[in-house]
């Protein structure tokens, strides 16, 4: 809720400084997620509003780091340090991470997992950004960190002998696991 209240808020800002050009922006990236669970590929997609050195805008993309997910985030960028048509810029994104649901079960330390919940997702970073043209085209390099919450719940059954007993008995648990997943991200993308 908070989220998209912020959204909404950043939205009537720049939308009430309207003597000033306010323009529609797409930021596009491809990119390398790196932390203990090894190297994994991420694909990102941004679109909102440009005004002067803002951009606020709604993300979505794939995030294949540990469990495949599908983020959905609120983005804000800050342009500083403008030189000709180069600058850098700051990325701060926050929002929900939604697991990617497979048809087959999967196993974890002896627990079949039988359902995922969404979790939080986070990233910031610092970018550098070089201007193509008259337009608002530009390539886009960006350095920064990245955070998701991945949950799942699964079962295991447990079979065990009574010694008195020729009959075997079991017992079903429950487990919930909870990964924090933090990682260094390097994204490559294009502005129009």
Known sequence: MKLLFVAAFTLITLA??????????????VGLLEG????????????GIKYK?????????????????????LSLNKDFFKKGN?????????GVNFPWEDDKNYYV?????????????????????IGMGKNNDALLVQLGYSYKHVREEGKSEIYYYYSYSILPGSEQTTNRFNYYLRRISLKVGWNF
Not at 36 to 47: A, R
Not at 53 to 73: E, N, V
Not at 86 to 94: G, I, K, L, V
């Open 16 to 29: 009430s400084a309207a003597q000033h050009k306010i323009g529609f922006s797409s930021q596009n990236y």
């Open 36 to 47: 203990e669970q090894g190297t994994k590929f991420q694909i990102q997609t941004i679109n």
């Open 53 to 73: 050195t803002w951009f606020a805008g709604l993300g979505t993309g794939f995030d294949w780091y540990y469990r495949r997910s599908i983020p959905a985030f």
């Open 86 to 94: 180069r600058n850098f810029y700051f990325a701060a994104d926050a």
């Open 109 to 129: 330390s002896g627990y079949t997992i039988e359902k995922t919940s969404p979790g939080v997702y986070l990233g910031a970073g610092l970018g550098y950004k």
